[in-house]
């Protein structure tokens, strides 16, 4: 006990003992410091459990919406990236210190026309100041205003009674509206997709007297010069293309529900609404204006790869000879034959159709490249490499392991698919060769335990042929992504304006898309080439033709290119 005693501080009660209890106090104030530290140290730790914790509810939240999403197949979290304007880049030659890349000033000097030039002399001079020359300030203005003319033709009359009458100029003979204004109107409408009640409006305002029937005449009637040359753009383009693009949209008219189908590729486009997206309909679209039936040499292999009765295919006889040009004398030829099948008649209806289409000249084989809709399987079909991912990108992976299979054949994907891009760069028969072996490697693969997977492995294998187009020709795009940029400008219009009521307008409307998307790929203003047309001066040359030079020097460079590095004679195809 007094060992005890002896050892446990007890606070001094002498008063003169200070020193004594000074160190007392100190002794007690630091064990109180050591079990405040003790105390704060078990806070903290139980803090960062905590948060932890936390930590870990919040991935399984968002694990948990992420499915959710998924289920409901909603769209995900924006990824917005950081900005990139305070990052610090090199800079590239002939740019100011401190500027992002492209945003160095460029002169304007070498493209600008003076068109008016007004001497501006000093408010007061000195008597006795010498003319020191020009300060040139240039500035660039507009001039929007109404400009009405009024032609007074000259009328005589001669001896026997006969009238002379003094002739408009060729570009006014087109009715009461000059070419700058039609060719402002149009170029409003489909260009900048200005609405018509909008349009109208705003030529009221320039002092324009014109009613909402004229402006609809002005946009979709008597442009048949217009049709015509679209026609020939689809004509000249599949004659003259080793491959096309193809998709569809929705697209009302009349207040019902239709389609738009557009067919191009990187010199031309070409759109067609109609009431239907099947096969036959997409054929039809490709034979442009006239309906041909033809039972060919494309026609037949066509039938053969259908599952056509044996009765019917005995009827029918192969040549090519044009059997039908209209829908109801095809519908008459086909009862001749006793062909009365609903099924029956679809298939043979689209190998004719088919057989119509080559029989207009069209460059075979003809590659056609879509985002894997059966109405375009038709012909040397290619699929998009972006729409077969999707396959993937939908499985969701009951488990971790299945999840991780999903991401680690993406990654294959998309390894694979960059191996495909180089190749375009500088294809070479090795390159070929090696590019097949590993497409069979990378989606032979086989996962246990996870079904829909191999289902998704197994459809890249059945389609190998399509997705491998660009190993025998590799101008052929991996992606549809230009069908699709032609496509949107109808999801834009149909968001704008709602849709078509007569057939003019809708007709007008997939003209003048065509023609204005045309002109971008040419590289044509299609301001001017309004102009052109509208004034029938010939400044702005045929689009057909100009297909037809763009079509010959790249089959030249394709040519040159195919010969290097495949070591081939030119006369030779793959």
């Given at each position: 006990m007094s060992s005890s005693n002896e050892s446990a501080p007890t606070k001094p009660t002498a008063p003169a003992d200070g020193v004594v209890s000074w160190q007392w106090l100190v002794r007690e104030q630091q064990e109180t410091i050591q079990a405040l530290?003790?105390?704060?140290?078990?806070?903290?730790?139980?803090?960062?459990?905590?948060?932890?914790?936390?930590?870990?509810?919040?991935?399984?939240?968002?694990?948990?919406?992420?499915?959710?999403?998924?289920?409901?197949?909603?769209?995900?979290?924006?990824?917005?990236?950081?900005s990139q304007l305070n990052t610090s880049k090199p800079n590239l030659e002939g740019e100011d210190e401190g500027k992002r890349p492209g945003a160095a000033k460029v002169s304007k000097k070498l493209s600008f026309e003076i068109d008016e030039e007004r001497i501006i002399q000093p408010d007061e001079i000195p008597a006795r100041a010498k003319f020191n020359g020009y300060r040139d300030y240039d500035v660039q203005e507009l001039k929007i205003e109404r400009h009405n003319i009024r032609f007074r033709l000259a009328e005589y009359v001669s001896e026997d009674g006969t009238t002379i009458v003094g002739q408009l100029p060729t570009e006014y003979r087109n009715g009461h509206y000059g070419p700058l204004l039609l060719g402002y109107v149009l170029y409003q409408h489909y260009q900048c997709r200005v609405p018509q009640p909008i349009l109208h409006e705003h030529l009221q305002e320039w002092g324009i007297e014109i009613s909402r029937g004229q402006l609809s005449n002005i946009l979709s009637e008597n442009k048949e010069k217009f049709h015509a040359e679209q026609q020939q753009v689809l004509r000249v383009g599949l004659e003259t293309a080793e491959y096309i693009h193809t998709d569809d949209t929705g697209a009302r008219h009349q207040g019902k529900n239709g389609y738009c189908t557009v067919i191009g590729n990187e010199w031309f486009s070409y759109f067609k609404s109609s009431g239907s997206k099947s096969r036959q309909n997409f054929l039809e679209i490709l034979q442009g204006g006239a309906v041909r039936y033809v039972l060919n040499e494309y026609a037949q292999p066509y039938l053969e790869s259908q599952p056509l009765a044996a009765k019917y295919r005995?009827?029918?006889?192969?040549?090519?000879?044009?059997?039908?040009?209209?829908?109801?004398?095809?519908?008459?030829?086909?009862?001749?034959?006793?062909?009365?099948?609903?099924?029956?008649?679809?298939?043979?209806?689209?190998?004719?159709?088919?057989?119509?289409?080559?029989?207009?000249?069209?460059?075979?084989?003809?590659?056609?490249?879509?985002?894997?809709?059966?109405?375009?399987?038709?012909?040397?079909?290619?699929?998009?490499?972006?729409?077969?991912?999707?396959?993937?990108?939908?499985?969701?992976?009951?488990?971790?392991?299945?999840?991780?299979?999903?991401?680690?054949?993406?990654?294959?994907?998309?390894?694979?698919?960059?191996?495909?891009?180089?190749?375009?760069?500088?294809?070479?028969?090795?390159?070929k060769t090696d590019l097949g072996q590993a497409f069979d490697q990378v989606f032979g693969r086989c996962y246990l335990h996870h079904g829909s997977l191999n289902i998704v492995l197994t459809w890249f294998r059945t389609h190998k042929g399509e997705l491998l187009q660009v190993l025998d020709y590799p101008q052929f795009p991996l992606h549809n992504n230009a069908a699709e940029t032609d496509i949107r400008e109808y999801v834009t219009r149909r968001k704008i304006s709602g849709g078509t009521r007569s057939e003019a307008g809708r007709r007008a409307s997939d003209t003048f898309v065509g023609l204005k998307k045309t002109c971008r790929k040419l590289g044509v203003s299609f301001w001017q080439y309004l102009l052109s047309r509208l004034r029938t001066d010939r400044q702005i040359p045929l689009l057909p033709d100009v297909i037809?030079?763009?079509?010959?020097?790249?089959?030249?460079?394709?040519?040159?290119?195919?010969?290097?590095?495949?070591?081939?004679p030119a006369t030779s195809g793959f």
């Open positions: 530290r003790q105390t704060i140290q078990a806070q903290q730790q139980t803090i960062d459990k905590m948060e932890r914790q936390l930590k870990q509810q919040q991935e399984r939240i968002e694990q948990l919406e992420a499915e959710l999403r998924e289920q409901k197949k909603l769209k995900g979290k924006p990824k917005i990236r950081p005995e009827q029918l006889t192969f040549s090519d000879a044009l059997l039908a040009e209209q829908t109801l004398a095809w519908q008459t030829y086909l009862l001749e034959k006793g062909i009365v099948s609903v099924k029956a008649i679809q298939m043979i209806s689209e190998a004719a159709l088919l057989g119509g289409v080559m029989s207009e000249g069209i460059n075979a084989p003809l590659r056609i490249l879509s985002d894997g809709a059966g109405q375009f399987n038709v012909l040397c079909h290619g699929l998009c490499w972006v729409h077969a991912e999707r396959g993937l990108r939908r499985l969701q992976g009951d488990t971790p392991q299945q999840r991780q299979n999903i991401a680690e054949m993406q990654d294959l994907l998309w390894q694979y698919y960059r191996q495909l891009q180089q190749y375009q760069q500088t294809p070479t028969s090795l390159g037809r030079a763009k079509a010959a020097a790249a089959l030249q460079v394709f040519a040159a290119t195919r010969n290097v590095f495949f070591e081939v």
